[in-house]
């Protein structure tokens, strides 16, 4: 065990620090155990009065213990066994913890999602798919969730592995139904999680675990999806990640088809009816990568020694007038500024410790109710 790694986790499981926050902090006072010790005075510069909740040494020390007792270990973003698609996020979650062959998420990957409720036929397509693409060599990439998750694990462990990422604690498999298959999957494939150990998934959760299937992937095969459902979030990240965009197509008659029957109508995916279809557009690398390990998105960084860090108030204040209690992404945020990329991030990062503001899957960022902020 590590001194850097129980830094690094107890920076991230420090209160109010995301996933852009966490990157933020690291470049701009080079390690955790620093960035932890800034942490009061950052808090304060963006507007609360008592310091951020970070959690002890001897907290963290136990919850690494408790996940090696399970079979599982951490990766850290920036280190060579992280996976190197997911790094490429300019939201990739800061650490990960993983049951089974963590080698796996350096192979190609797709993800397939869909429908909980999903039909006889789009349980069949979903198995038959990810077990088709198995025999081609690629890594099926799913969120264990009822229906099409299920199904598409299933088909992929007919053929070789598959990765499951899950919304809550890797101690916690949802549905309850599926502990025998994340144990499965955990055995042949790989599980990840972001969440804690112990944590039981919640509706808040699971944005953010599909960024993880989706930024884990080359691709995204979507099957029988409604309007509004998880399964067209996910299909939504894919777009922003520059992931190519699948679907199948399905009745007209069927509710549950007519989210992904609208992704093929507008043109925005790949009309799939078997692997051949999905293969013949799979790219080596996805269409947009981010810059990789620590960097941020954007350009003209510059040195961190050339930076005002003691005259942020100018840019707190451009920032804060942007900002709605609709998420708006980051990149977007850094055209409209007339600052640094470096500043700008500085001052999310110190909004986001006072309670502020948010960060959103898909690297968006709002402000927070005020009935949701910490005293």
């Given at each position: 065990?590590?001194?850097?790694?129980?830094?690094?986790l107890?920076?991230?499981?420090?209160?109010?620090?995301?996933?852009?926050?966490?990157?933020?902090?690291?470049?701009?006072?080079?390690?955790?155990?620093?960035?932890?010790?800034?942490?009061?005075?950052?808090?304060?510069?963006?507007?609360?009065?008592?310091?951020?909740?970070?959690?002890?040494?001897?907290?963290?020390?136990?919850?690494?213990?408790?996940?090696?007792?399970?079979?599982?270990?951490?990766?850290?973003?920036?280190?060579?066994?992280?996976?190197?698609?997911?790094?490429?996020?300019?939201?990739?979650?800061?650490?990960?913890?993983?049951?089974?062959?963590?080698?796996?998420?350096?192979?190609?990957?797709?993800?397939?999602?869909?429908?909980?409720?999903?039909?006889?036929?789009?349980?069949?397509?979903?198995?038959?798919?990810?077990?088709?693409?198995?025999?081609?060599?690629?890594?099926?990439v799913s969120?264990?969730?009822?229906?099409?998750d299920?199904?598409?694990?299933?088909?992929?462990?007919?053929?070789?592995?598959?990765v499951?990422?899950?919304?809550g604690?890797?101690?916690?498999?949802?549905?309850?139904?599926?502990?025998?298959?994340?144990?499965?999957?955990?055995?042949?494939?790989?599980?990840?999680?972001?969440?804690p150990?112990?944590?039981?998934?919640?509706?808040?959760?699971?944005?953010?675990?599909?960024?993880?299937?989706?930024?884990?992937?080359?691709?995204?095969?979507?099957?029988?999806?409604?309007?509004?459902?998880?399964?067209?979030?996910?299909?939504?990240?894919?777009?922003?990640?520059?992931?190519?965009?699948?679907?199948?197509p399905?009745?007209?008659?069927?509710?549950?088809?007519?989210?992904?029957?609208?992704?093929?109508?507008?043109?925005?995916a790949?009309?799939?009816?078997?692997?051949?279809?999905?293969?013949?557009?799979l790219?080596?690398?996805?269409?947009?990568?981010?810059?990789?390990?620590?960097?941020?998105?954007?350009?003209?960084?510059?040195?961190?020694?050339?930076?005002?860090?003691?005259q942020?108030?100018?840019v707190?204040?451009?920032?804060?007038?942007?900002?709605?209690?609709?998420?708006?992404?980051?990149?977007?945020l850094?055209?409209?500024?007339q600052?640094?990329?470096?500043?700008?991030?500085?001052?999310?990062?110190?909004?986001?410790?006072?309670?502020?503001?948010?960060?959103?899957?898909?690297?968006?960022?709002?402000?927070?109710?005020?009935?949701f902020?910490?005293?």
């Amino acid at each position: 065990m590590t001194p850097d790694l129980v830094a690094n986790l107890r920076l991230v499981r420090t209160e109010g620090i995301g996933p852009v926050g966490y990157r933020t902090l690291l470049r701009r006072f080079g390690s955790a155990a620093a960035a932890i010790e800034a942490l009061p005075d950052a808090a304060r510069a963006g507007g609360r009065d008592r310091a951020p909740a970070v959690p002890g040494r001897a907290a963290a020390e136990d919850e690494i213990a408790a996940l090696e007792r399970l079979g599982g270990r951490f990766l850290v973003l920036g280190h060579p066994d992280y996976p190197p698609l997911l790094a490429q996020l300019a939201d990739a979650p800061a650490m990960i913890a993983v049951l089974g062959d963590a080698a796996i998420l350096h192979r190609r990957s797709v993800a397939i999602v869909g429908a909980r409720n999903a039909s006889s036929a789009g349980l069949r397509i979903a198995e038959a798919l990810a077990a088709d693409l198995g025999g081609a060599g690629l890594v099926t990439v799913s969120g264990l969730a009822r229906g099409i998750d299920g199904a598409a694990h299933q088909g992929a462990l007919h053929v070789g592995p598959t990765v499951a990422a899950i919304a809550g604690g890797l101690d916690r498999p949802y549905p309850p139904e599926h502990a025998a298959l994340q144990e499965r999957i955990a055995a042949k494939g790989c599980v990840v999680a972001e969440a804690p150990l112990g944590t039981s998934p919640q509706a808040r959760h699971f944005p953010r675990r599909n960024r993880i299937v989706v930024g884990l992937a080359l691709g995204c095969v979507v099957v029988e999806a409604a309007p509004k459902s998880g399964s067209l979030i996910s299909a939504g990240l894919a777009q922003d990640y520059g992931r190519e965009l699948f679907a199948v197509p399905g009745s007209p008659l069927d509710p549950r088809c007519r989210g992904s029957n609208d992704l093929l109508r507008r043109r925005e995916a790949w009309l799939v009816e078997n692997a051949e279809d999905v293969l013949r557009e799979l790219p080596l690398l996805p269409d947009k990568l981010g810059p990789s390990g620590f960097a941020e998105p954007g350009s003209g960084w510059g040195s961190d020694a050339q930076e005002p860090w003691d005259q942020l108030g100018a840019v707190r204040d451009a920032v804060l007038a942007l900002l709605s209690h609709t998420p708006t992404p980051v990149d977007d945020l850094l055209r409209r500024c007339q600052f640094s990329v470096a500043a700008v991030l500085a001052v999310l990062t110190e909004l986001e410790l006072a309670g502020r503001v948010e960060s959103h899957p898909g690297n968006r960022v709002g402000l927070l109710s005020e009935r949701f902020r910490p005293d």
